[in-house]
C-alpha cells in the first residue's frame, strides 16, 4: 500500500508523524499480516456505503468486509440514523457518483444530492472520517453532466483519504481532480474472486450444459452488456477474424436498445453465440469453464471485476492496456493475460485465440492471484482507516 503525500481535505485535519510515516510507507506486496489496527484502544467502526446490498451482482464489498469484520473491525450498512445517532470512525463510500446522480429525472437526483450534502456535514460535525474508494472516476454513461460536476464540489472537499485500486488510478484520480492531492490516498488493489461463487463443474460438464463440442475453441464475453464494453466491435471482429473451428459466445444481460445491436451483428456471423439474460451466480462457472479465452474489449476501463472473475476461473483473458489492467498483467504474467493496444480488430482477436491455444499446454493450472487475497487487503484497508482517524 502506497499513499501520496499532503494535508487532510476541508476540515483541517494537519497529517500526524504516524499518518506520514503510514503513507510514504511501501508495500508493494500485499501479504501484509501485521495486527490489525485499533483506533483509541478500540476497534474501528465503520460504516460502509453498500455495505453487503450488491453480493448477489458483485461481492467485492462482502468480501471485503468479511475481512475487515475477521481482523476484529465492526462494520455496519450505512444510513443516516446510524450516522447521527451512533459514533463511527469511518464512513466508507464506493461509487457514491452512481448513487447518488444517477436517474432520469433531475428533480429526484437534486434531492438525493442535497440529503447526500447534509449527511456528509454531519459526518464532518461528528468527526467521521470520509473515505472513498475509487472503482470510477467518471460514470461510464453521463446521465446530468451539471449536476455531476456540482456532486464534485460537494464531495471532494469533505473526504478524509482516498483508496485507489492502481498506481495508474491515482494518476487518474490527479488528472481530473487535481484538488484531491492533499488528501491522503491510499494504493490497494482489487481482490480476486476465487471461492465467492460456486464453482463445482468441470470443462467437459460445462460444456455439455452448453452444447458445445469438446475440440471447439470458445471465446467468451460476460457480463452485463454496455456500450462502454465494445461488445458489437467483437462480434464483428471475430466474425472478420475467420477462425476455423472456433466460437465466439456473449453471455450478459442487455437493455433492449443494446440486444438488438448485438443480434444484428450476430446474424451476419454464424460462429457467434448470444446468450443475452442475466446469468445467476451459480451458473457463471458454466460459460467460464466452457471457455478457452475470456476476450473483454472496454473501450474505456479504470478497473475490472470481469477481468478479475475470469481469473479466478483459470482463464486466460484478453484486454485493452488501459487503466489497472497493466498492472495486473505484471501479476499473472504474460501466460494468463494478452493486452492490447489502440481499437480491437480481426488480427488482434485471430492472433489471441492462437496464443490461447498455444500457452494451454505450458500455462499453470491455476492463475497466481495469491497476492490478491482478501484478508491481506482488509488489513491493509483498515491500516489506511487507522492512520488517518487516530
Not at 455439455?208 to 460476460?222: H, K, S, T, W
Not at 491455444?357 to 488489513?379: H, K, N, Q
Amino acid at each position: 500500500m502506497t499513499a501520496d503525500d499532503g494535508t487532510a481535505a476541508a476540515g483541517g485535519h494537519r497529517q500526524s508523524d504516524a499518518q506520514r510515516d503510514m503513507r510514504t510507507r511501501s508495500a508493494t506486496c500485499i501479504g501484509d499480516h501485521d495486527d490489525a489496527p485499533w483506533h483509541g484502544g478500540t476497534a474501528l467502526r465503520i460504516l460502509a456505503s453498500p455495505y453487503r446490498e450488491t453480493a448477489e451482482g458483485n461481492p467485492i464489498q462482502a468480501l471485503l468486509y468479511d475481512a475487515m469484520e475477521k481482523a476484529g473491525a465492526r462494520v455496519s450498512s450505512f444510513s443516516r440514523r446510524r450516522l447521527l445517532r451512533e459514533s463511527w470512525d469511518v464512513w466508507h463510500l464506493h461509487w457514491p457518483l452512481e448513487y447518488v446522480v444517477h436517474g432520469t429525472d433531475a428533480s429526484s437526483v437534486m434531492r438525493r444530492l442535497a440529503t447526500f450534502a447534509l449527511a456528509l456535514k454531519a459526518a464532518r460535525f461528528r468527526k467521521t472520517r470520509i473515505f472513498w474508494t475509487v472503482h470510477n472516476i467518471r460514470p461510464h454513461e453521463q446521465e446530468h453532466p451539471q449536476l455531476e460536476r456540482l456532486f464534485w464540489r460537494i464531495f471532494l472537499p469533505c473526504l478524509d483519504g482516498i483508496i485507489c485500486m492502481s498506481e495508474a488510478g491515482k494518476r487518474e484520480l490527479l488528472r481530473a481532480h487535481p484538488q484531491t492531492q492533499s488528501v491522503p490516498t491510499f494504493t490497494i488493489p482489487h481482490g480476486h474472486y476465487r471461492g465467492a461463487y460456486p464453482d463445482t463443474v468441470n470443462k467437459e460438464e460445462a460444456r455439455a450444459a452448453l452444447g458445445i463440442p469438446e475440440r471447439r475453441f470458445v471465446a467468451l464475453f460476460i457480463g452485463q452488456i454496455r456500450p462502454y464494453k465494445g461488445v458489437v466491435e467483437l462480434i464483428r471482429c471475430f466474425a472478420d477474424a475467420r477462425l476455423a473451428d472456433a466460437e465466439l459466445l456473449v453471455a450478459g444481460m442487455a437493455e433492449e436498445g443494446m440486444a438488438q445491436a448485438l443480434m444484428e451483428a450476430a446474424a451476419a456471423a454464424p460462429n457467434v453465440r448470444l446468450a443475452l439474460a442475466f446469468i445467476p451466480r451459480d451458473e457463471l462457472q458454466i460459460y467460464l469453464r466452457a471457455a478457452d479465452l475470456v476476450i473483454l474489449p472496454f473501450t474505456e476501463i479504470l478497473n475490472s471485476a470481469s477481468a478479475l472473475l475470469a481469473l479466478s476461473f483459470d482463464r486466460p483473458i484478453l484486454v485493452p492496456a488501459q487503466g489497472a489492467l497493466p498492472e495486473l498483467h505484471q501479476i499473472v504474467g504474460p501466460e494468463w493475460m494478452r493486452l492490447y493496444h489502440g481499437p480491437l480488430s480481426s488480427k488482434i482477436v485471430r492472433d489471441a485465440v492462437e496464443w490461447a491455444a498455444s500457452c494451454s499446454t505450458s500455462r499453470g493450472l491455476r492463475a497466481p492471484l495469491d497476492c490478491l487475497g482478501w484478508d491481506a487487503i482488509g488489513r491493509l484497508t483498515l491500516k489506511a482507516f487507522a492512520a488517518v482517524a487516530r
